[in-house]
């Protein structure tokens, strides 16, 4: 097995969409190869474990995965995704080579004396035993993600998970769950890749699943009706064609579903009082580490503090159950297809450790998460469409809050089969305050013109009257 050159390693990551230390210090402390089975003359394929050691203050290390082809000859159309010349040879990121992922999928339908050949601590899984079909062409998908997914003809797409960590995935866990459940609500799972460590480690690297053709991403939806909305002067929510009410209605419906089906699968659990008062701890700190960055959070803190604590309160007095949930709600994480709504990315919140992301929470995490998406969805369309005007941004502004209230209240009634209870409201209330909390710093941090919007939300919350009954 050809040699993979770390320098060339370092130069590639530096540079790559998905590396999450972008603009550190950083050096490749470690690299471990191992071969993909099958294949054709003049191309080998292997998967590189690249270990990133940090040289900053904050220090750390992390582990990416790096599909690599190499080629005999140099192939001109894969230019973009030269990694480097290794022993003469051409080495290139293997998700944009065709024949190196059609080798990859088909290392799904080898048989057992053919995978015995090769030497290799990756194994090919299946979930279900429907033909996987080997012959269609690949293609890189070309949205914006923190991970690689090709999609192959119209049925199938791998999702390469670029930065791993050794145990189970919650991406594949829960997708092999619902799928074996029959759940209506996920791309059924058609297999998985991990890579046995000589330490008895498991480290998950891919994921084969239907391909969701005629999804639409539901971000784009949502913007797409409020811009409808706001080009309609005089019409109101309800009249306009775009409305987006029914679709948020289906989308509660679907996450109802998805969480009953995750609570008879997975465990769950009754938060007891040392168990609430942690949660809300968690939550308190966190509202302080924000505020600390986030100097316009400050004025809002104390009226924060009680929105938070008072998860503990509810769980002592009307308890509140944990369960498996998404973890990292948005719109951008669901598709409307002609069967309906569908989640996807169940890797959780991608900034939290691994081991968290599967802890058992509330399930109004995923709530808020839903909620807070309406509001940037009609928030972000607003920016797009603003200065033309004092008077239209105020227009605009009464219209936006109009299509935000609508869809939030068609997805909770929706969600919860009727009227929350004051319990609920305060516990949607709390997450939600929680995640803008959050928001506020990751858009000072990635997106600083976006940073009003979370803002906007947080002073919203404590003005709003669900809020003043935790007091
Ligand atoms: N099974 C699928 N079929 C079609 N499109 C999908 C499928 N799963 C995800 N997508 C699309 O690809 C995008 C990225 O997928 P996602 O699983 O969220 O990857 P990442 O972990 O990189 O965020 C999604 O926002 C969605 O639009
Ligand atoms: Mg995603």
């Keep these: 097995m050809i040699t993979p050159y770390r320098s060339d390693i370092e130069r590639h990551l530096a540079t790559a969409r998905w590396f999450a230390g972008k603009g550190r210090p950083f050096r490749v402390a470690g690299l471990r190869s191992a071969p993909v089975p099958g294949g054709s003359d003049g191309l080998e394929l292997l998967v590189v474990l690249v270990e990133v050691e940090y040289l900053d203050a904050a220090g750390g290390t992390e582990l990416y995965q790096l599909p690599v082809s190499v080629h005999a000859a140099p192939k001109e159309h894969l230019e973009p995704a030269w990694i480097g010349r290794w022993d003469g040879r051409h080495a290139y990121d293997a998700t944009h080579d065709r024949a190196a992922m059609t080798q990859w999928l088909e290392a799904f339908a080898l048989s057992a004396d053919e995978l015995a050949r090769v030497d290799t601590p990756l194994r090919f899984h299946r979930c279900g035993d429907a033909d996987l079909p080997t012959g269609e062409r690949p293609g890189l998908m070309t949205a914006e993600q923190s991970n690689s997914s090709v999609a192959y003809g119209e049925e199938l797409l791998m999702k390469l998970f670029r930065k791993v960590t050794p145990g189970p995935n919650p991406d594949i866990e829960i997708h092999e769950v619902l799928t074996r459940a029959g759940s209506d609500h ?73 969480h009953a089906t995750l609570a008879e699968h997975f465990p769950t659990q009754q938060l007891d009082a040392a168990g609430a008062r942690a949660l809300a701890d968690t939550m308190l700190a966190r509202l302080d580490w924000a ?56 890797e959780g919140e991608p900034a939290r450790p691994l081991h968290e992301r599967s802890h058992p929470e509330p399930v109004w995490r995923d709530v808020a998460g839903m909620l807070r998406s309406f509001d940037y969805a009609a928030a972000v369309v607003q920016r797009e469409l603003g200065g033309e005007g004092a008077a239209s941004d105020d227009q605009r502004a ?74």
């Design 291 to 346: 505020a600390e960055q986030v100097p316009a959070l400050e004025q809002y803190v104390d009226r924060l503090r009680p929105r938070l604590a008072v998860v503990a309160d509810v769980a002592e007095e009307a308890g509140v159950r944990v369960q498996r949930i998404h973890g990292d709600l948005h719109l951008g994480q669901t598709l409307r297809t002609v069967k309906g709504w569908k989640l996807v990315d169940f």
């Design 398 to 471: 009464y219209r936006a809050e109009e299509w935000v209230e609508r869809n939030r209240r068609a997805f909770l009634t929706a969600y919860a089969g009727g009227e929350l209870s004051p319990e609920q409201e305060l516990l949607c209330a709390a997450f939600e305050a929680d995640k803008a909390v959050y928001e506020c710093v990751y858009e000072l941090r990635n997106r600083p013109d976006w940073a009003d919007i979370p803002l906007a939300a947080v002073a919203r919350l404590v003005a709003s009257e669900t809020a003043a009954v935790a007091e």
């Design 186 to 258: 996920v791309a059924a799972l058609h297999g998985w890749v991990d890579w046995e460590t000589d330490e008895g480690e498991v480290v998950q690297l891919a994921m084969l699943q239907q391909f969701l053709r005629t999804g639409s991403d539901g971000w784009a939806l949502a913007r797409s009706s409020a811009r409808a909305l706001f080009a309609e002067a005089d019409l109101h929510a309800h009249e306009v064609g775009g409305d987006f009410a029914s679709e948020a209605a289906r989308l509660g419906q679907a996450l109802a579903e998805t």
